[in-house]
């Protein structure tokens, strides 16, 4: 009779104890901590793998809520980063798991560093635009990893093996300008859970060496539809960022302001080319002159100037709240953090 | 006619394409993989691949939310 904390998963025949023993060596990183990074992080701190990394740009609010689910109201009345308040939450379900929660977002500049010793990536993010810098990152350094996407009632998967299975460029081929965004169309809770449900057992199966699925499956919970595409024979022998001619396009990215529209919100984040430049006490003095609307947790910096809200972080980086175009967003960014 | 889409019965207009029943769900061509029975279609024949009655098509399209 097995006993323990992971004895039901032991008793199930493709993980065994002897897949236990695996899971307890292995480091999976989670790039994105909203809705499917909390779901995929807990079930895989509450299944004993041996360290995760969970990497994240965004603060809590209380629209989070309905659907991350690490998050509790008090994180979204005290803002806090979802980085340093899901590791929080995690060390509390399994204390063995070694959790280290990063507060920036996942770029060109740092993503090789984050990955270099992981075992397996779980793609938590909620835009494209991450999603094919975690891409090449990957395909550079040879990573496996697990797309997944939600939106309304659909959750869609795919599982990626550098070099064995095709990647997103070689699926998609370029950076798509999606109109239907959690913003504009919404999403339920359960679509996030059967997405992450995908993702998370696919990693369970690679890091068990129970191998992967080739297929792109997509599920409409609402709707009850079903549909599996086996995409093996997708693979793009020239493709830019998984072949062996690759240029990693999203990698060589010239330097520069970068902008990103948020997924849920009327919001903008602003990203400077160089980190650290920023001084947050000096910009807390200026900025108090120009509004009374000014609050620094420590963490993040919040003003608010004419409806617009900005929350500065320690790298400088700025989500500017009130705004839907990048543009502006620059110019705002320009005019009171500066650039 | 009438044709399977993602396991549920729809009825298409008569020599219909695939690019047109991905327009009629409201999906971007570029963000879909579709399957007529069994086939993978190549996305740049989309608007050419004439639907045939009882076909049996698979659509799965990426989406950015999360």
């Not at chain 1, 998963?9 to 695996?22: L, M, S």
């Not at chain 1, 810098?133 to 795919?158: E, F």
């Not at chain 1, 997405?195 to 060496?209: F, I, P």
């Not at chain 1, 919001?267 to 200026?286: A, D, F, I, M, Y």
Request: include cysteine; glycine fraction near 8%; hydrophobic fraction near 35%.
């Amino acid at each position: 009779m097995i006993t323990g904390r992971y004895a039901r998963q032991e008793r199930f025949a493709p993980i065994g104890q002897t897949g236990q023993r695996q899971l307890v060596t292995k480091h999976v990183v989670v790039i994105g901590a909203g809705a499917l990074g909390s779901a995929n992080a807990e079930m895989l701190v509450r299944a004993g793998i041996g360290k995760l990394t969970l990497v994240d740009r965004d603060y809590i609010e209380l629209s989070n809520l309905q659907r991350q689910q690490l998050y509790t109201e008090d994180d979204a009345r005290q803002n806090r980063t979802k980085a340093k308040a899901a590791q929080r939450r995690l060390k509390a379900i399994n204390p063995v798991v070694e959790i280290t929660g990063i507060v920036e977002e996942f770029s060109e500049e740092n993503g090789e560093k984050i990955v270099q010793d992981a075992d397996f990536v779980i793609d938590g993010t909620d835009n494209f635009q991450t999603r094919f810098v975690m891409n090449d990152v990957l395909a550079k350094h040879r990573k496996p990893w697990a797309y997944g996407g939600c939106l309304q009632s659909t959750a869609i998967a795919l599982t990626i093996i550098p070099g064995k299975t095709p990647c997103l460029q070689c699926l998609i081929d370029h950076l798509p300008q999606e109109g239907k965004t959690c913003d504009t169309v919404g999403i339920i809770s359960p679509a996030v859970q059967v997405t992450a449900a995908y993702q998370t057992t696919e990693c369970l199966k690679y890091l068990t060496d129970n191998g992967t699925s080739p297929e792109l499956v997509q599920v409409d919970i609402w709707g009850r539809s079903y549909s599996a595409i086996n995409v093996s024979r997708l693979v793009d022998p020239i493709c830019s960022s998984c072949s062996q001619s690759a240029i990693y396009p999203y990698l060589t990215k010239e330097k520069g302001l970068k902008t990103a529209m948020l997924c849920g919100r009327d919001t903008v984040q602003v990203r400077p080319g160089e980190k650290g430049s920023l001084s947050v006490s000096n910009l807390v003095k200026e900025i108090g002159n120009l509004t009374d609307k000014i609050r620094d947790n420590g963490e993040v910096l919040i003003f608010e100037i004419d409806d617009v809200r900005f929350v500065v972080f320690q790298d400088g980086r700025t989500l500017i709240h009130g705004v839907s175009d990048v543009n502006t967003a620059k110019q705002l960014y320009q005019r009171y953090i500066g650039a | 006619m009438q044709i399977h889409v993602n396991g549920r019965q729809v009825e298409v207009a008569k020599d219909s394409t695939i690019g047109e029943l991905l327009k009629s769900f409201n999906i971007q061509a570029k963000l879909a993989v579709v399957e007529q029975n069994q086939q993978i279609i190549n996305k740049t024949v989309y608007d050419e691949t004439i639907l045939t009655n009882g076909d049996t098509i698979e659509i799965v399209h990426f989406v950015g939310g999360g």
